[in-house]
């Protein structure tokens, strides 16, 4: 068993969610506690209601997520909202979310991992969000197909293809989630191939105006790498059990 307010601290520390800013609606941090006492932790993209269930289904005391419980703003607590928050205190579940802080976490950010697991060895860094560079650029030397490959088995699933840019890559910008929309600062810092997991539909007819391939890994997909990570380092430090549910929304 360990106490919630340990794991808490040692996130807080970790991740550094007091310094690295975010949206107004991830809200960093322990955003649910519960009575103080954690013997299972469970990982998950989402705090969605189907999450929540199945978190407190399992038996565990806190939920660690990637999008938190107020995503959406500021809402009236009823419906689905009203039902999520009261399956989880009434569980004993504690809810932690961590952002951009895991994002671009150098160990166990989805950048970072994504990146190992396809082979990518970052050397910098680009995409400014308020004076915080939520990407990763480098050198990498590969043929458009063979990325394409190596990313649909990192992610377990189907990668689209935008063809807007050479057939033989030499720099790659990669950065996770919902960052499609920047494939015109991605172009512009040279890179030749632009991984991340979706983007508006504007962003393929630019990609190929711009002269740039982008990869549209699956804003899901590219963003499970840092929880279950995080589970495990929490599971090995605090010896408490630890897993991930994986609810995938295809997008």
Request: with cysteine; charged share 20%.
């Amino acid at each position: 068993m360990a106490e919630l307010r340990e794991i808490r601290d040692f996130l807080d520390r970790e991740l550094r969610i007091g310094d690295i800013p975010d949206y107004s609606g991830a809200v960093n941090g322990l955003q649910l506690e519960n009575g103080g006492a954690v013997r299972k932790v469970m990982a998950a993209v989402d705090a969605s209601l189907p999450v929540v269930l199945e978190a407190v289904e399992s038996g565990a005391d806190l939920l660690l997520v990637h999008h938190g419980l107020f995503w959406q703003g500021a809402q009236p607590i009823v419906g689905g909202h009203w039902r999520k928050l009261k399956a989880a205190i009434e569980g004993g579940l504690a809810v932690y979310s961590a952002h951009l802080p895991l994002d671009v976490h150098p160990q166990w950010g989805n950048n970072c991992l994504l990146a190992e697991a396809i082979g990518f060895k970052p050397d910098g860094t680009f995409l400014e969000w308020k004076g915080l560079p939520v990407g990763l650029t480098g050198g990498m030397e590969i043929r458009r197909d063979e990325l394409a490959e190596r990313l649909e088995r990192a992610v377990g699933g189907a990668v689209h293809v935008c063809p807007g840019g050479p057939e033989r890559v030499l720099k790659v910008g990669l950065c996770t989630g919902g960052a499609g929309s920047q494939v015109a600062e991605a172009a512009m810092a040279g890179v030749d191939a632009f991984i991340t997991g979706e983007g508006p539909h504007w962003s393929y007819p630019l990609a190929e105006e711009m002269g740039i391939n982008v990869f549209y890994a699956g804003h899901y997909a590219t963003e499970t790498f840092g929880v279950r990570k995080l589970a495990e380092v929490l599971g090995a430090g605090f010896g408490i059990e630890a897993g991930f549910i994986d609810h995938p929304t295809g997008l």
